[in-house]
């Protein structure tokens, strides 16, 4: 069983917004000095989709939401009689709606394999993704890692018809925004998709403003409609939830060196190489600060015992899958420039993916926290698999190459003379 995260209690508290966003929503809409209390807090803090999701399905088995949070500050056991913490039926309950968003998500990832290249692409994709051991991890907790990895994988999904269907394409970035706002990123690259159209002959200012209002009206509309707190004082409400997520930020920081001196990372080159120890080469973190170590470590020694726990994660296995990213990374580039218009403008804007998610999570980041790599996986997962099936086709080649290559060894060293040699 994946051992156990605060954070989940604070999910499983806030899905009472299900029922209020059901019932009475405007009264989840912001005031002004009302960022008091900490449900108030929480909905201008955190993106919603993940307790909503949490919500709906208590709902289905008339299970109640938490009566109270978790008190980071407490002890277990003050938090278990204050009834923080979830039983062992609801625990499970909100991982198994979290983890049903696992298997459509390997189903599109499928169907990106196919677009880009062939089904091999997309087998390859689905099993290398579905045996990620962060991904095993981290999506199957009732956190807001399972709603985000499946927004960034429809969002993917999304830019293959983005500019046929805009409209499709602004939902698929406001699910993963409001999966974690972290996601914005993937708006500007929505926006691109939408406006670039293949057939040069149908392409026209009036259908390139027809697609972009249809996409942002529905990133607007599906981000209005779930954050009830904008709709008084949207302007004012947005300003607050931006000062407040700074806020959280800077004393995450400030805890973070009191608590790991010199583990915050201040420059863009210790950022890049963290995020690339995280995505190819560290084994899985059960959590960021070791509060409640005594009372998890039980679980996390027997998670440990999954042979799939640490799959791919280490010193040999992180350089192959690095060499082969890099390499996807190179075919992407090579093909895009002698494919037609449709293959070559999906490639490009997957790579635009890949740069803008690496350089959003490292200029916005500056904690070692594992969690926040996830979003990468699932395009680094598409250009390894990419590398994989480069490999694959050229093979015959490639052996061709080096059978001729130590031949041709062999003779200079038959007939070089002694000095050469030496």
Avoid at 111 to 126: C, H, N, P, Q
Wanted: aromatic share 12%; hydrophobic share 50%; with cysteine.
């Amino acid at each position: 069983m994946v051992p156990f995260h605060p954070d989940e209690s604070t999910q499983l508290y806030m899905s009472a917004d299900f029922e209020q966003i059901m019932t009475k929503p405007w009264q989840m809409a912001w005031e002004e000095n009302d960022s008091a209390s900490s449900i108030t807090r929480y909905r201008l803090l955190d993106a919603p989709l993940t307790r909503y999701l949490l919500g709906f399905g208590r709902t289905l088995f008339s299970l109640p939401a938490l009566p109270s949070d978790w008190d980071w500050s407490a002890s277990w056991e003050e938090n278990h009689s204050n009834g923080a913490l979830p039983s062992d039926r609801t625990l499970l309950l909100g991982r198994l709606i979290i983890a049903s968003l696992f298997p459509l998500g390997l189903f599109l990832l499928y169907r990106i394999g196919i677009a880009i290249d062939s089904r091999w692409l997309g087998i390859f994709t689905v099993l290398l993704f579905s045996s990620n051991a962060l991904v095993l991890l981290h999506t199957r907790r009732a956190m807001a890692e399972g709603a985000l990895v499946f927004g960034v994988i429809l969002t993917l999904y999304a830019l293959i018809f983005a500019d046929k269907r805009p409209l499709l394409a602004g939902l698929a970035v406001a699910i993963a925004f409001n999966a974690k706002q972290s996601a914005v990123v993937l708006l500007p690259i929505g926006l691109l998709a939408v406006c670039w159209i293949p057939e040069k002959k149908i392409r026209n200012i009036s259908l390139l403003a027809g697609n972009s209002a249809k996409y942002l009206a529905g990133f607007i509309l599906l981000t209005a409609l779930l954050n009830p707190f904008l709709w008084r004082h949207p302007i004012s409400a947005s300003q607050e939830a931006l000062q407040l997520r700074q806020g959280l930020l800077e004393r995450q920081v400030a805890d973070y060196e009191h608590l790991a001196p010199g583990q915050v990372l201040n420059s863009p080159a210790e950022r890049s190489a963290v995020l690339i120890a995280q995505l190819f080469f560290t084994p899985p973190f059960f959590s960021e600060v070791g509060n409640y170590r005594d009372y998890t470590e039980a679980a996390e020694r027997l998670y440990r015992l999954s042979p799939d726990h640490q799959l791919w994660r280490n010193s040999i296995s992180g350089v192959v899958l690095f060499g082969l990213a890099i390499l996807g990374v190179v075919e992407a580039v090579r093909v895009s420039f002698q494919s037609g218009n449709a293959k070559r403008r999906l490639l490009l804007l997957y790579l635009f993916t890949l740069l803008a998610l690496a350089v959003g999570i490292i200029a916005m980041i500056p904690l070692p926290w594992q969690r926040y790599s996830i979003p990468l996986i699932p395009i680094t997962t598409i250009f390894i698999c990419l590398g994989i099936v480069w490999l694959i086709k050229n093979s015959r080649r490639i052996y061709s190459h080096g059978r001729i290559s130590a031949r041709l060894s062999q003779v200079l060293t038959q007939f070089a003379p002694d000095s050469w040699m030496s």
